[in-house]
């Protein structure tokens, strides 16, 4: 199979598809890939190591959207890029199309097959494709938040972890998941009062298990928002429902309650954000204020640090990519309905019933289309 790999043209965003490892696994398993000039520079991997693991170096996008027969993503396809897609094309990146209607209709209308990390479950209904970059960006929305609280930063002036006979700032997680997990990872670290507010009291359990008396959980069903957050000086949101877009668990009129130069920093951004208040912002501009509190919105925070989240990343896909390739999708997705879960768009179909019911269209069943 031809495999291409593009660089990635959203705004800040360096990461890559593939690894020089990755390539190489590929290219012995038979396969050819094309590598777009200098895509993997800013995430540290130069056109040498790329052509050294047998991977073709192409000067265009265009090229490699002509030719490949499987295109690698990070990113979603931004419009430029939906309209090089070609028809029978497979695609496999992240897509979170819920948040995205034009983006959707442009997939739907590009008559390709598109297949979404973040729909992808295992035995355990988890999103392995999904969970290390959202380990990633879990870690770094306590960084991004102890920055956004200095006062350079239109924050409180607080340090999170206090300091000698001064009170630590208050970090309120929304969702107990693997954001809500790696968050708690360094804002406990970093010796911050930490709340984590989870709908699973069975996950509650397992956090308390983990961390101890270093955090205070509450089930969402008993959790007075509006109250945690009066309390707090940095909200985590890091709530998921697979393939759709995020509750909106705070509201507009909460903010009121909130400290002036308190931060919130929104990881569900990509899925359209836990909170009312909220819109995509990127690396270059990634704040702004609204009634005193600072909104940290990046849609791509993993991007923020490539080489990490790309190793990180292609630890995890790999496998799935060379049974694409090694199989082809009918048999690949046939074989594992966990695999199966990751089919977004199909020939103009859409075929994950989260995005289907999000933006109004026509559910057409994964199984029914492939065979």
């Not at 959203?10 to 777009?36: C, D, F, M, W």
């Not at 200095?150 to 340090?159: D, I, M, S």
């Not at 955090?215 to 969402?220: D, G, K």
């Not at 179909?349 to 289907?356: L, M």
């Amino acid at each position: 199979m031809l495999i291409g790999v593009p660089k990635e043209i959203k705004a800040q965003e360096t990461r890559i598809g593939l690894t020089p490892y990755s390539v190489k696994e590929l290219t012995n398993n038979g396969h050819k890939v094309q590598i777009e000039n200098n895509a993997g520079f800013d995430a540290g991997f130069e056109n040498s190591e790329y052509e050294s693991a047998g991977a073709k170096i192409v000067s265009k996008a265009e090229d490699i959207f002509k030719d490949s027969e499987l295109i690698i993503k990070v990113k979603e396809p931004l419009k430029n890029e939906v309209a090089m897609l070609n028809k029978n094309q497979l695609l496999f990146t992240y897509l979170h199309l819920a948040a995205d209607a034009e983006l959707t209709s442009g997939l739907v209308k590009s008559n390709s097959i598109c297949i979404a990390y973040e729909t992808v479950t295992d035995n355990n209904f988890k999103l392995p494709l999904l969970a290390p970059m959202s380990a990633v960006a879990g870690r770094m929305s306590i960084q991004a938040g102890a920055h956004s609280l200095e006062k350079t930063q239109k924050g409180r002036g607080l340090l999170l972890g206090g300091a000698p006979g001064v009170a630590p700032a208050t970090v309120l997680i929304l969702g107990g998941g693997v954001v809500g997990e790696n968050a708690a990872l360094i804002a406990t670290g970093m010796k911050a009062k930490v709340y984590i507010v989870d709908k699973s009291e069975d996950r509650l359990n397992e956090l308390e298990s983990k961390f101890g008396d270093s955090i205070i959980p509450i089930n969402s069903d008993k959790a007075d928002i509006e109250d945690l957050i009066s309390k707090s000086e940095l909200v985590i949101g890091g709530v998921l429902i697979p393939g759709a877009n995020a509750p909106k668990l705070v509201s507009k009129t909460m903010l009121s309650k909130m400290k002036k130069g308190s931060v919130i920093v929104d990881v569900a951004i990509d899925q359209g954000g836990c909170v009312e208040t909220s819109k995509p912002t990127t690396h270059a501009d990634p704040t702004y204020v609204i009634d005193g509190v600072v909104h940290y919105c990046v849609a791509n925070m993993p991007g923020g640090v490539p080489r990490t989240s790309t190793l990180a990343l292609n630890k995890a896909t790999l496998p799935y990519i060379l049974k694409l390739a090694n199989d082809g999708y009918r048999n690949a997705l046939k074989d594992n309905n966990n695999f199966l879960n990751g089919l977004n768009v199909f020939k103009g179909k859409i075929t994950h019933k989260a995005v289907a019911e999000e933006l109004g269209y026509n559910f057409s069943s994964p199984e029914t289309v492939i065979n």
